[in-house]
T-cell receptor
Framework: AQTVTQSQPEMSVQEAETVTLSCTYD???????LFWYKQPPSRQMILVIR????KQQNATENRFSVNFQKAAKSFSLKISDSQLGDAAMYFC??????????WGAGTKLIIKP | EPEVTQTPSHQVTQMGQEVILRCVPI?????FYWYRQILGQKVEFLVS????????KSEIFDDQFSVERPDGSNFTLKIRSTKLEDSAMYFC??????????FGPGTRLTVT
């Protein structure tokens, strides 16, 4: 069974700085999708970025980018120019072959003004 | 921009009562899901629904749970006899063919 691990329960970063959130996963599949979701205090789950495993190019979405290392099964999220509105829980998730999302435990991101 | 909606935003119920959580997925999406998140814990998959039937369900989704898509737009999750441990945020999600799941704002269920 697939598993997703986020080893950082909490991270903090100074406003305008860059922060990287870690995620590793375990799978025997060769084709899959990976996602980062943001959950602010409202608890709404917001899609941040996605990566297709068959693509070597790392996904980028404005200030958000990923470092996808397929062989190492690593999928980290980099947030550049951190803003106060980025403060939230961030979840890494893996879409399995049954189209279910398998979730990490989350990383709480704190932005220091 | 279309979005997934869920009602109610917060439901308080007594143990043993039935609850129905409602969702309106994005209209041209094909797959529908329910997930739950107990406070402070991981998000857990409950059930997926495709082509008007359940496609997958987790161990959590026992006989107390059921889903319906009664009218082609609403997607409901029913818990027949709630337990204290059913207290959680329940998220509905829908997915087009592009494999991105779009989530509703969640229903916070409190069982007393």
């Amino acid at each position: 069974a697939q598993t997703v691990t986020q080893s950082q329960p909490e991270m903090s970063v100074q406003e305008a700085e860059t922060v990287t959130l870690s995620c590793t996963y375990d799978t025997s599949e060769s084709d899959y999708y990976l996602f980062w979701y943001k959950q602010p205090p409202s608890r709404q789950m917001i899609l941040v970025i996605r990566q297709e495993a068959y693509k070597q190019q790392n996904a980028t979405e404005n200030r958000f980018s990923v470092n996808f290392q397929k062989a190492a099964k690593s999928f980290s999220l980099k947030i550049s120019d951190s803003q106060l509105g980025d403060a939230a829980m961030y979840f890494c998730a893996y879409l399995d072959s049954n189209y279910q999302l398998i979730w990490g435990a989350g990383t709480k991101l704190i932005i220091k003004p | 921009e279309p979005e997934v909606t869920q009602t109610p935003s917060h439901q308080v119920t007594q143990m043993g009562q039935e609850v129905i959580l409602r969702c309106v997925p994005i209209s041209n999406h094909l797959y529908f899901y329910w997930y739950r998140q107990i406070l402070g814990q991981k998000v857990e998959f409950l059930v997926s629904f495709y082509n008007n039937e359940i496609s997958e369900k987790s161990e959590i989704f026992d006989d107390q749970f059921s889903v319906e898509r009664p009218d082609g737009s609403n997607f409901t999750l029913k818990i027949r006899s709630t337990k204290l441990e059913d207290s959680a945020m329940y998220f509905c999600a829908s997915m087009p063919r592009t494999y991105e799941q779009y989530f509703g704002p969640g229903t916070r269920l409190t069982v007393t």
